[in-house]
Every structure is written in C-alpha cells, then in structure tokens.
C-alpha cells in the first residue's frame, strides 16, 4: 500500500515556464512534508518542506503547497531553469511514535528544455 | 571530511556472496538509515537506527543485516546476495529534533 504516490513518472517545460510536480498521500498521520531533488550519481538533497499546520511554504523559486483536505501537496518551480532538471521526490513524516521515518514517493523525473 | 560517506560507491558481487556496504557520518546523528533506489520504486527503506546498538527493520528488510556499534557508522550487509538486489543503496542520517535526512553519496550494487 502506496502511501505517498507521485503519479506522473516524468514531466517536461521549457525554460523559464513553471514546473508544476504533484503528490497524494494517504495516511493522515502524516503532519510534515518535504521535496527531496536527486541529480544522476549523486544522493537526493533536501529543496523545501512544510507543515501540516501551513498550507504554503516559499524559498525563492520554489513553492510548496498543501491541501490537507485533499491529501495533496504540490511543488512549483517558477521560472523553470535547465538545472532544475532531475528526479524530485516527495517525503512525509507523521510526528510521534516512528516519526524518525521518511516515507518516499516514486520520483517524477522533471527535464526542464533550453 | 565533514558529512556522510558512502563506501564503496560501485559494487560488483557474484550470487550467493557475502557483501557489506559501509556508511560513516561525522555530525554524531542519533538516527540512521538505508534506503534502496530502484526504477518504479522510488527509494524504500531497509533498516534504520535510532542510536548505538538499536536498529529496526523498514520496508524491505529480507535478505539484509544490519549493525550499529558505533553512532557513526551504520553498514548494511547482504548475506547471501541476489540479482534481486542489484539496486543503489543510499545511506542518511538524522539528528534529533529534525525531519529532514542528509543522504549520502550512493552505493551502485550489481550482483550477477
């Protein structure tokens, strides 16, 4: 049982565009999330996070989003620029008991084109 | 170095060998992990520890082994491999208080 799903494998935008990555989750223990980005050969870097207790968390180009009624956060990425190319991951954490556990998406593989 | 270290960071086994991937952190994180990579899968975590001496078992455990002697270093074993688990292994810590993981390098496996 998936319980955070990245259901587009791979997305594609022209520079200076915006990027628009998607995330569902299921289980709603979880109260923190976070963006994970992963370049070829290299271990996956932290971008952003938010809480459940927020609905938008910005840091320069990149913009979180979550709809807790929903289950649904999303990243966005304006403007689009080449080196944003790589696999993004969404996380999420629920707070006490195991709450030292990431749980993963899939990856969306984002190719951002000159 | 300061940060996580992954080693060897390519591996080629044959079926049925012994192999150990290592991970050394130098921040004296208290939680630990190992995830494993592969295509349609996104990463699944195998083992973690919160401390010296205390692991737990994650998602995908079956066929690993894990020890935590020592805060820093936290590595993974494959008793007998399979292709199975030709895969890449991230290794990433954690420090009290905190959500976010630090991953290292990567280890790419092949078992043939």
């Known amino acids: 049982d998936q319980q955070v799903k990245q259901n587009s494998p791979s997305l594609s935008v022209q520079e200076g565009r915006i990027s628009i990555l998607n995330c569902d989750y299921t289980?709603?223990?979880?109260?923190?999330f976070l963006w994970y980005k992963k370049y070829p050969a290299e271990g996956p870097t932290f971008l952003i996070s938010i809480s459940s207790i927020k609905d938008k968390n910005e840091d320069g180009r990149f913009t979180v989003f979550l709809n807790k009624s929903a289950k649904h956060l999303s990243l966005h990425i304006v403007p689009s620029q080449p080196g944003d190319s790589a696999v993004y991951f969404c996380?999420?954490?629920?707070?006490?008991?195991?709450?030292?556990?990431?749980?993963f998406g899939k990856g969306t593989l984002l190719t951002v084109n000159p | 170095d300061a940060g996580i270290t992954q080693s060897p960071r390519y591996k080629i086994t044959e079926t049925g060998r012994q192999v150990t991937l290592m991970c050394h952190q130098t921040?004296?994180?208290?939680?630990m992990f190992w995830y494993r990579q592969d295509l349609g899968h996104g990463l699944r975590l195998i083992y973690y520890s919160a401390a010296a001496d205390i692991t737990d078992k994650g998602e995908v455990p079956d066929g690993y082994v894990v020890s935590r002697s020592k805060t820093e270093n936290f590595p993974l074993t494959l008793e007998s491999a399979t292709r199975s688990q030709t895969s890449v292994y991230f290794c990433?810590?954690?420090?009290?208080?905190?959500?976010?993981?630090?991953f290292g390098s990567g280890t790419r496996l092949t078992v043939v």
């Open positions: 996380a999420a954490s629920a707070s006490g008991g195991s709450n030292y556990k990431l749980t």
């Open positions: 990433a810590s954690r420090n009290q208080g905190d959500y976010g993981y630090t």
């Open positions: 921040w004296s994180h208290s939680y």
């Open positions: 289980n709603s223990m979880f109260d923190y």
